[in-house]
Every structure is written in structure tokens, then in C-alpha cells.
């Protein structure tokens, strides 16, 4: 099922895929930190909304500004970061698994440097490692440094 899931990955590419239902692509704001990531999971999106939207009404640093079928939009805040980020996540199904692929965006509202040492990357990670999504079979997370300003110097709680 992995090797599948790599395949379908690689196939559709990390940001845009022939293989899913076109969705709006978040795209972060200038100058501004953001974090973005595509995360594959095994289960079907309906269940993937659910399961995020839920973790988002749980989680008291996050709140829930929209959701359809397609888009979750949220707002987080904390000590750390006053000003807060925008989370939006979009979600397609993917063809080849039957599963579901998102692509996440976590963007500080605040004129900061772009570097925010992780804290956009640990927005969505935390959130969706609450929600246990990320212990699911069929789960994969892809991102870099590129995607994801100050990725690998996140330590996420």
C-alpha cells in the first residue's frame, strides 16, 4: 500500500495532480512566514473533514472559520505567536488509492521575518498528529525547506 501511495505521490507531483479534482491551491501571502505541505491519507476525504474539523473545535488555540467539502479554513493563535496564522487545507481525492490528498497552508498574519522557526510547520503538525491522522495506514507527509520556511528547525509539542 506504501509503495502505492509513493507512486501516486510522485505520479501527481507534489502541488498539483492530473490524478485529483482540481481544487483552489492556497497560496501564501508576501512577506509573511508560511508553511505549506501535501499529506496523503488512506481514508476518504469526507472522513479526513471530519476528523480535521473536529480536532479543530477541540483544540482551544485553534478556531474554525469555514469549512465545506473542500476547504477547512482556521485561525491560530497562542502566546508565542499573538498575531496569529491562517490555516487553510483543501482537499481532493485521489484516484489511484481511493484515498484522500491535502494541501495545507499555515501563513503568520503578522510583518515578521520569514524565518519563523517552525511555527507555521508546527501548526499543521500538530493538528493533524492531535487528530491522529498521522498514525493512520496510507498516511504520508511530503514538504521542504522550499514549501516549508524553517522546516527542519521545528520542535513541535
Known sequence: MKTLLLASALFAGL??????????????ARYH??????WLFGD???????TLVTQIQVM????????????????????ESPEG??????????????GCRATALSTSNG???LFDGGQNYCNLYNLV?????MSEPG??????????????LATCS
Do not use: Q
Not at 502541488?15 to 501564501?28: D, I, K, N, R, Y
Not at 469555514?66 to 476547504?71: G, L, Y
Open 33 to 38: 512566514a508560511f508553511c505549506r505541505t501535501m
Open 129 to 133: 498528529s492531535a487528530s491522529s491522522l
Open 111 to 113: 510583518f515578521t521575518s
Open 60 to 79: 482551544t488555540e485553534y478556531t474554525l472559520v469555514s469549512a465545506d467539502s473542500v476547504v477547512v479554513k482556521a485561525n491560530h493563535t497562542s502566546p
Open 85 to 98: 496564522e491562517t490555516l487553510t487545507i483543501s482537499l481532493s481525492p485521489t484516484i489511484l488509492t481511493g
Open 139 to 152: 498516511f504520508m507527509e511530503l514538504t521542504n525547506e522550499w514549501a516549508c520556511l524553517s522546516y527542519k
Open 44 to 50: 476518504p476525504c469526507t472522513e479526513i473533514l471530519t
Open 15 to 28: 502541488f498539483g495532480s492530473l490524478a485529483a479534482v482540481p481544487v483552489p491551491e492556497p497560496t501564501p
